[in-house]
Structures are given as structure tokens and as C-alpha cells.
């Protein structure tokens, strides 16, 4: 079986929300990747066989409505996370959905944009999304708000990726202490980078937060992350927009 599937134009057969005020540049192909538990939708641009890959993995995305009930759809409808990936000029990069988002086939059901957003299930298709797209090659895992903590689980939980770094935008990287940060339930069927914190720590990483982000707190993100890698708060950025001043210098990572 082909691991993935290619359809063309996105834009003309995919609901995406915000497709068109995001430009996709002809470099980028779409492909849908097949993994044993869902179907991800994905954006590449592979130009140099040895050069690493930047993956931008997505956040939650739209996983709750304005009533705060968990909604029918979790496509993103922020364009933060495709706004970086697609203007990146670095050779290899994969914009990187998360179960669910833009498409919907498999196991899909609604705990996995809730309690079960970092299951089992869901990290081992990322990572095997991520391991077979890389081919071997250094990759660079650049993770947003719970994609953050795909990034890091898929690094120090599992084996087998060559992590060069690992960079977090507004990171939630303990679940547990945010949920209870935000009075919430907690994601019980979800697995937590807190358990793995030792192994991540051994990864070359920069965790960027925004000085008004309500949704994830700088105070967070460094209670975690400790002395171990530099959190640089971005003046003036909510949790997915304002980032633009710092876009250049996650672009130049290498």
C-alpha cells in the first residue's frame, strides 16, 4: 500500500477554513499520509535529499465552540502554523495536520480533539508520519500549542527520529498543570510530556511564548522547560497571533 495518497487542488476539494487567505506556494504539494489509525493531511515541500526536514506540526485547532462544547470539526482556523510553514524558503518542509483536522476518516471521533488529543493513537501516527516522510534525515520538530506537545512526545516518548531541535510557539507541554492552571477536567486518555521530561530535556531546543497569551502562559512554559533551553517571550503575542516579529528568525533555523 502507498503511504500516501495525492489529491489536487487542496483548496478545491478539502473544506479548509482560512485556505484561501493562506498562500500555498507551487512548491508545496498536497498528501493525505495513511497511518494504521488515521489519515493526515499534509503539505510538503522536499527539495534536497540530505538536507533535514522542518516539520511544523498544528496544534489543537478548532476544538471547541464558542459554548464551549467540543466542536464538530477540530480544522484549525487560525493560519499561524501554515503562515510559517509556507513561507519558509529551508528546502525540506512539511506542514504536519493533527488527527481529524481537514479530514476526517478511521477511528476519528471527538475525544480525539478532547481528553484523548495526545493518545496513544494519535501520537504514533504522527510519528510514524514523521519517521516515514523524514526517511532517515535529521528533522526539526516545530510544534504549536498542543502541537508542542506532539513534537515532544514523538521525541523523548518514542525512537528513532535524528532530532537536530525541537521548537515550541505557545507550547503546552504539561497538560496536567494547564488544565489545572484553567480549573478544567484533565485529558485522562492522553499521554503527557511531564512522564518523559528527563529524555526531552536532552534535545537542543527554543520554546517561544507570547507575553499575552491567556491560553498558555509564559509562566507555564518556563515552570517547564526550567534552566534547561531558552524561553523567549514575544511582546504582544496572543496565543495564535503576533508572532510575525519572530517568523524570520524560526524561518532561519537550520
Known sequence: MNFYKFIAPACLILPLIGCSSVNIPDSYHYRIVQTRDFEL?????????????????????????????????????????????????????????????????????QRHWTTARFAPEVLNAEYQAIKEIAGGREVILIGFSGGAQIAGLAAAAKTGLHIKKIVTIGGNLDHL????????PPLT??????????????FPQIHYAGSEDKVMPPAL????VGDTAPVIVVDGAAHDRGYEKVYQEIWNIK
Open 41 to 109: 493531511a499534509s503539505w510538503q515541500k522536499l527539495t534536497d535529499a540530505g538536507a533535514p526536514v522542518k516539520f511544523y506540526i498544528e496544534g489543537d485547532g478548532h476544538a471547541f465552540n464558542a459554548h464551549g462544547q467540543p466542536s464538530l470539526d477540530p480544522t484549525p482556523r487560525g493560519t499561524l502554523v501554515r503562515e510559517l510553514a509556507f513561507g519558509d524558503s529551508f528546502p525540506n518542509v512539511v506542514y504536519l495536520a493533527r488527527p481529524c483536522q481537514y479530514i476526517k476518516s478511521g477511528i476519528c471521533s
Open 177 to 184: 498543570a494547564w488544565t489545572q492552571y484553567h480549573h478544567l
Open 189 to 202: 486518555e492522553s499521554l503527557n510530556l511531564e512522564s518523559y521530561r528527563r529524555q526531552f530535556a536532552a
Open 221 to 224: 512554559i518556563k515552570e517547564f
